[in-house]
Every structure is written in C-alpha cells, then in structure tokens.
C-alpha cells in the first residue's frame, strides 16, 4: 500500500481532534442506534491464538494473538458488552442484531464456521477493512434473528495498536479504542491512559466511520471507497450464488 501525500497528511494533532470528535458524534445517538458502531464478537467466537483457537470469553489478558500486520501481539484489554431485551415476544432491534456471516462465506472455509459479529465490526479483504454491514447480501452474510436469545453477550480484545487478528478463521480487525464508558475499562485506562491509535488499513462503507476516516487518513475518496466495495460485494455475491448450488456437505 502506498504512502499517503506528506502534504494531504493532518497532524497527529488534528487527527486526535478528529478522532475525538468523531467518538463524541457516535456516542451522541441513541443507544440502539449506538450498537451500530460497536465491533464485537458473539460470546463462541472461535479466536486463533498462538497456542491454537480458545473461545473469546476464555482468552484473558497477556495471550499471545498472530495479526497480519505486527507479527504476534499480546492481548492488553478484553471488552464485554451485553444487550438484553425485556419482552423476547418483540424483536430484536435490528441495530442490535449480530450480522452472521455463514462458513465459506468469504473464500472457501473462510470462515470455517458461522462468525457472529457486531453490524459495524470491520473484516478485512482485498487490503481494506469494510464493516459487516456493507456485506449483507441476505444469503450468506445477513442479519441474524437471534431469536432464541433474551442477551446477547459480545467481547473484543485489544491489543497494543490496531490489527487484524483472525476469527474463526476470518480476518477482522482487533478493536481500536477503549471505550470509558465500557463497565470493565477503569483498569486498562488507569494502566494505559486514552491512547489514540490509527486504523492499520483504510476503510470501506457509506458510514460515519468510513467518512471520518477518509478525511483523517486520507486514503481513499468516497468515489475509489465505492468502487472498491461493490467489486468486493459482487465476487461475494456470486459465491454466495455458487454456494447455493451445492449440498452442504461439499461446500468449501
């Protein structure tokens, strides 16, 4: 990937306030519409390790994570976040929704099994990170009813800067800042302090986040974000096509 412009590049200093600002738009809205931004994994969610797959909920601070952009990074903070619903006769907000994206889905067994993500989580393909949402293709990748559920249990792991780690198979990134508000953060914000990290690879989608981060990095403009993300979506959905055509027991 080539360098950004040195002269089309902000200023750690503007960059933060951008950052900053950005985290106060997202966390300004309503707390279902909330949910949309957060990026999480469903409590099952098979985590590669340095020692092999562990279950998110069973990793705990210090493990050893393989990324693609730093080598093997410990794990320095592990978030949870839980979502309930009062009357499992109604729906589930579709904000709160896991967006489940079904095995092979992205390549054959990528994922090796269904992954459960939260709707903005980022999974990274062709060198870019694009939010789950953007995939949904109502086949393989599409919303979830979670029916069968009165709470939704989430996780995500942090590690020193932002990466893609891989989940259940898949290539998503790790989370890239510690939210105060998060009912376990005290400690890793009393350690670590508010540090502002960057993304490590330039983001797809029509989102806020995808439009906050053109204009910090600088990577990508809407048009090129498109354009990129519709070819993405196409081979998606054209292997979604394929894999309909198969029986379950050979789909690869």
């Not at 707390?31 to 957060?38: E, K, L, P, Q, V």
């Not at 069968?148 to 590690?159: A, I, S």
Request: glycine share 6%; with cysteine; net charge positive.
């Amino acid at each position: 990937m080539s360098e950004p412009n040195q002269a089309n590049t902000p200023s750690k200093a503007v960059t933060r306030r951008m950052i900053v600002a950005a985290a106060a738009t997202i966390a300004s809205v309503g707390s279902a519409h909330a949910y949309r931004h957060t990026n999480c994994f469903l409590k099952g969610t098979r985590i590669s390790t340095a020692s092999g797959e562990r279950k998110i909920e069973e990793l705990k601070v210090g493990d050893m994570i393989p990324t693609v952009f730093g080598g093997q990074r410990p794990i320095e903070w592990i978030g949870r976040m839980r979502r309930t619903r009062s009357d499992r006769r109604k729906p589930w907000v579709d904000d709160a929704r896991p967006v489940r994206i079904a095995r092979s889905a992205l390549a054959p067994n990528v994922p090796s099994a269904d992954l459960f993500v939260t709707r903005g989580h980022a999974l990274f393909i062709d060198g870019v990170l694009i939010p789950a949402e953007h995939l949904i293709n109502g086949t393989t990748i599409s919303l979830d009813a979670a029916d069968q559920h009165d709470e939704l249990e989430f996780y995500h792991v942090k590690l020193a800067r932002h990466d893609v780690i891989y989940a259940e198979g898949a290539p998503c990134e790790s989370l890239l800042r510690v939210d105060e508000t998060k009912s376990n953060s005290s400690l890793y914000l009393r350690k670590h302090g508010d540090t502002q990290d960057e993304h490590c690879a330039p983001i797809l989608g029509n989102g806020l986040r995808s439009q906050i981060m053109t204009e910090v990095k600088g990577l990508l403009s809407p048009s090129q974000s498109r354009r990129q993300l519709d070819t993405v979506r196409a081979r998606l959905d054209a292997r979604a096509a394929a894999l309909a055509t198969q029986q379950p027991e050979t789909v690869a």
